[in-house]
């Protein structure tokens, strides 16, 4: 069954930064959604994580919802459709695990790429003055050795 959506200019309970709640509240996915596209580098892995693997993040409160659906099978005699919802459960717990790993990447992997990008925009004014040192590549791409080179084959 697919979600249903929120029709237009219809909240559901919760809210992000422009609703004035705390980012703790549940807000909506399409709130997330925004918010991470137009995150600034230094503070990706905080709302990623916030967003996803936090105890109030989406997993958790999916995680919620499958073991609250699960009893309620369970208590009105729905064994099949309990069963089938512990199996998710449980596969939703092993990715909220992996999810909170690549949150603990990004939060190392994010840094170092700015760092990286920031240090490689500062060109020292010698270098691009003089060209670059001795030992250092230039943008020119090497020529192809002559053993790497087929001949064609001649025409009699």
Request: charged residues 20%; negative net charge.
């Amino acid at each position: 069954m697919p979600p249903t959506v929120p029709r237009p200019g219809h909240r559901v309970h919760g809210g992000g930064a422009a609703s004035g709640l705390s980012p703790r509240t549940a807000a909506p996915a399409s709130d997330w959604n925004d918010r991470l596209a137009a995150a600034r580098p230094e503070e990706f892995a905080s709302l990623f994580h916030e967003a996803l693997t936090d105890d109030f993040g989406a997993v958790a409160r999916l995680h919620q919802m499958l073991e609250t659906a699960s009893e309620w099978c369970r208590t009105h005699g729905v064994r099949g459709s309990a069963s089938e919802l512990d199996a998710l459960t449980d596969r939703l717990t092993d990715l909220g695990e992996e999810l909170h790993l690549v949150g603990e990447g990004l939060g190392h992997e994010i840094p170092s790429r700015s760092d990286r990008a920031a240090a490689a925009a500062r060109v020292s004014p010698a270098v691009a003055v003089s060209g670059p040192a001795v030992g250092q590549q230039t943008q020119a791409p090497a020529p192809i050795p002559p053993s790497a080179v087929r001949s064609l084959p001649r025409s009699r």
